[in-house]
């Protein structure tokens, strides 16, 4: 078995090389709210993400019978919607269009602080300490964030997918995790 | 096997397995941590800490409704029955259905898989013209007014094929000094004499084409947004030019950023974003001899001495892990096929997916047992 592939995951894909329709619904089901969330980040319209996400699993339908040289299914559609909606999105539009092959295009993200204020009962001030933290953070980092913690992609993967080396990856990790833990390190809260 | 006791917070954070503990708060995750906590006390600072960061990381995430997803794996699922053709034609229906789905394929790629070389230094706004280039130079000048293109010998041997509407000039001395200079505006084949020792150079607009001895085509238009240059035989080096006061056309011999373009790739470059694009044509031509399309018929052959043929033939660099493919073997007749046909079969053949990346293409695969 393929590695980065659920039991799941890679029945599926059989299946699919098998012409099932059922399949093709099934695996749609299964990633249609990560990929959207995903593509919700680069594009603001419902209709643009919807169509996007349509082409997607029409096109791999379409080479359904090569779905087997397909090593992660996530990492795979989490591309091809990215691709397909800063395509959309950029590619009309001749004053900023194909910047985005350097890495030049928005990512809005927004931390759920709110819960944690609710969930871990800190303080205003720590909170708004917090916000500010995150705030500062550039559309890179969060998109590693997002990548790394929700889509749960390996740093080779988030590395191929934003166009940059791993090393990369890993230092606007690093970044990251380093300013939260001096904020929480002066702001620590035993529980 | 991890061992734990070596991490540090950030080790922590970005651990897959910590990661779905602190998020999905599974019973055998929660058994498996308190029980480590346990072990080693003199870490639960380290776990809060590590913990805390990653809930301070929390998203927002809006669920989809149900409804909504219903509806578009309905839509899905229209979408592809529509496509079905009628049973009884399909072998051969299907058949070219998917070629020419192929051949989108290979040409949406080409877009999208387009690497920009982006200039250093500080972009100019400086918009170079035929007119300020041959300005205050003595020149001998060609224009073809006519609605064919015009033949034209140069007096080192090297020829030119004029297209309608565009113009040429070149010094008097063209052929004696050290560089062989033409500046065009409009469109023009050229078959270069070989001189190793004086590179001929074309002006067109802002960039420049530098070549030993090859045939090429360069289209520049004053009114066009993008300068092309196709390469037919040989290699040629292309870079931009900046007008300079004090620096003449002779100054701009070598630049760091040029970018070489082989037969079968087309550069094309962005007058305004003054960006350079390397594609591979959509139907390359073989540089080699027919002989070389003959001998390609594959009876259990390896994968590398397949790629390394249809490489050679068409002089286009094919990108592949030779240790991943190398239990790999392609049975095929690929003469007379045109080259993404050749390597839609070969990959088929193996399992394998392509994209041009950069006027190469780059093979994609998992292996073979």
């Keep these: ?191 | 096997m991890k061992d734990f006791r070596l991490f540090d917070i950030t080790d922590f954070v970005l651990d897959e397995d910590f990661i779905r503990w602190v998020h999905e708060k599974k019973e055998e995750d929660e058994t498996f941590w308190n029980n480590w906590l346990r072990q080693h006390p003199g870490k639960h600072l380290v776990i809060a800490e590590a913990r805390r960061i990653l809930e301070s990381l929390k998203t927002a995430e809006s669920p989809i409704p149900d409804h909504v997803v219903t509806y578009e794996v309905d839509r899905l699922m229209q979408t592809i029955r529509d496509q079905h053709e009628p049973t009884r034609l399909t072998a051969r229906r299907r058949h070219i259905w998917r070629y020419a789905a192929a051949a989108a394929i290979a040409i949406i790629l080409t877009v999208a898989g387009v690497k920009y070389i982006p200039f250093s230094g500080k972009p100019s706004t400086f918009k170079v013209s035929y007119a300020s280039l041959t300005a205050e130079r003595r020149l001998i000048e060609k224009v073809n007014t006519s609605n064919t293109p015009v033949h034209l010998s140069l007096p080192d041997g090297s020829s030119i094929e004029l297209a309608p509407q565009s113009r040429i000039s070149y010094a008097k001395n063209f052929d004696s000094v050290g560089t062989r200079d033409i500046y065009l505006s409009g469109e023009a084949f050229f078959d270069v004499a070989r001189m190793p020792n004086r590179p001929f150079r074309v002006f067109a607009n802002n960039i420049v084409t530098k070549v030993l001895g090859t045939s090429f085509s360069i289209r520049s238009f004053e009114a066009d947004t993008t300068i092309q240059v196709i390469v037919r035989t040989g290699k040629v080096s292309v870079f931009t030019y900046n007008e300079n006061p004090g620096k003449t056309a002779a100054d701009a011999v070598s630049n760091p950023d040029e970018v070489i373009l082989a037969p079968n790739q087309r550069l094309v470059y962005e007058k305004a974003a003054q960006k350079f694009q390397k594609v591979l044509l959509e139907n390359p031509v073989m540089t080699l001899s027919a002989e070389a399309d003959r001998n390609m018929v594959y009876d259990e052959a390896p994968i590398d001495k397949v790629f390394d043929a249809i490489a050679k033939a068409y002089d286009i660099t094919i990108v592949y892990d030779t240790e991943l493919l190398q239990h790999c073997t392609v049975t095929a007749d690929l003469r007379h096929e045109p080259f993404y046909r050749k390597l839609d079969l070969v990959c088929r053949a193996i399992g394998a997916s392509y994209e041009v990346i950069d006027g190469q293409v780059v093979i994609q695969a998992g292996g073979c047992d």
């Design chain 1, 1 to 191: 078995m393929k590695e980065g592939l659920s039991q799941q995951e890679v029945s599926w894909l059989q299946q699919l090389q098998q012409n099932s329709e059922q399949a093709l619904a099934m695996l749609m089901r299964h990633y249609y709210a990560d990929l959207f969330n995903y593509a919700a980040r680069f594009a603001r319209d419902e209709s643009v993400i919807k169509d996007c996400i349509q082409e997607v699993f029409i096109s791999l339908w379409q080479r359904r019978e090569t779905a087997g040289t397909i090593l992660s299914l996530r990492y795979y559609l989490l591309r091809a919607v990215k691709n397909k909606v800063l395509k959309a999105l950029y590619y009309n539009d001749r004053k900023t269009g194909l910047d985005y092959f350097r890495g030049d295009y928005d990512f809005f993200h927004e931390f759920s602080i709110e819960r944690i204020i609710i969930e871990k009962q800190i303080s205003e001030e720590n909170a708004e300490k917090l916000k500010r933290t995150l705030e500062q953070l550039t559309k890179r980092q969060k998109e590693v964030i997002y990548l790394k913690f929700y889509q749960h992609l390996d740093h080779g993967q988030i590395a191929e997918l934003m166009s940059v080396s791993r090393q990369s990856v890993y230092n606007l990790l690093h970044e990251t995790i380093q300013k939260l833990r001096s904020l929480w390190h002066t702001a620590f809260i035993t529980r």
